[in-house]
């Protein structure tokens, strides 16, 4: 099953990080008149609130909210939906300004949608990295109230982990690294079982389903040197609602790409 075949009267979300959002205008533009997803999870956006292109999003038929800053992080949610419920970053005693671009929640059509940019650790050996530990407890305490209340919950982004073997092109290579260690997979995998579900794996158990391309590694896309490390997910309420997955390699094989791709799940809601 491939986008075209599952776009008629399904809701379909999708997580994309644009490393610069305006950098990537003219990938986003044809990518959203031929998809026309219902909500788009951006991570990335490296700009600041009022340089953010509302203007492009509204020309196209979207609402959009964000929060961001200049040259590093920042999130977003474009939707053809009201977005209601707007907020940013954790409600707990470690919050800085820096969850704020990094964590939103919101709900559309009914869905509380939580859209992540998890940070990427630097190095094993680096505070960075246990703070991105840290960062998946709070997320997970996060979840505890969220998902007792029995409603349709998403939860998406860019998670900086590649959770199992099959989620990386070298595993045995890879193993220290910061998106690879078994202690941040191990911090993933106890986050997503508060109450989560893989939804790209329900529909795609088969290896070789990446989401990133490393810019440095000339040919990537081709050569199938990647990673899945955007994810998306849903409680079992949402997940039984759930007709497809997809990871769609186009905007990474556009000009000027993205270093991530696309990766829309998709749901019959009525």
């Avoid at 951006?42 to 196209?60: M, R, S």
């Avoid at 940070?119 to 991105?132: E, L, M, N, T």
């Avoid at 440095?216 to 490390?229: A, D, E, F, N």
Wanted: include cysteine.
């Amino acid at each position: 099953m491939n986008l075209t075949e599952i776009q008629q009267n399904t809701f379909k979300i999708t997580t994309f990080n644009v490393n610069s959002i305006r950098a990537r205008l003219h990938i986003l533009k044809p990518w959203l008149e031929a998809n026309r997803v219902d909500v788009l999870c951006i991570q990335e956006t490296k700009v600041q609130d009022h340089e953010f292109p509302v203007k492009f999003f509204a020309e196209l038929g979207y609402a959009i909210v964000f929060r961001g800053q200049k040259s590093y992080n920042g999130v977003a949610v474009a939707s053809l939906h009201p977005i209601e419920d707007v907020s940013f970053g954790f409600d707990d005693e470690e919050h800085t300004g820096d969850d704020d671009v990094r964590l939103l929640h919101c709900t559309v059509n009914g869905i509380k949608l939580i859209n992540t940019y998890v940070p990427q650790g630097k190095s094993i050996d680096d505070p960075a990295y246990r703070y991105k530990l840290r960062w998946f407890q709070r997320l997970k305490a996060l979840f505890s109230e969220i998902l007792g209340q029995n409603g349709l919950v998403f939860w998406c982004g860019d998670m900086n982990v590649a959770p199992e073997p099959e989620d990386v092109h070298s595993p045995e290579k890879l193993a220290d690294h910061v998106c690879f260690h078994i202690d941040v997979r191990n911090a993933f995998k106890d986050t997503v079982a508060a109450g989560f579900e893989d939804i790209l794996r329900k529909f795609h158990p088969e290896p070789g389903q990446y989401t990133f391309f490393d810019y440095r590694m000339p040919g990537s896309v081709t050569k199938k040197k990647g990673w899945r490390i955007d994810h998306v997910l849903a409680n079992k309420h949402l997940a039984r609602l759930a007709i497809g997955a997809e990871i769609d390699l186009g905007p990474r094989l556009m000009e000027k790409p993205s270093d991530h791709t696309a990766l829309t799940a998709f749901f019959k809601l009525h």
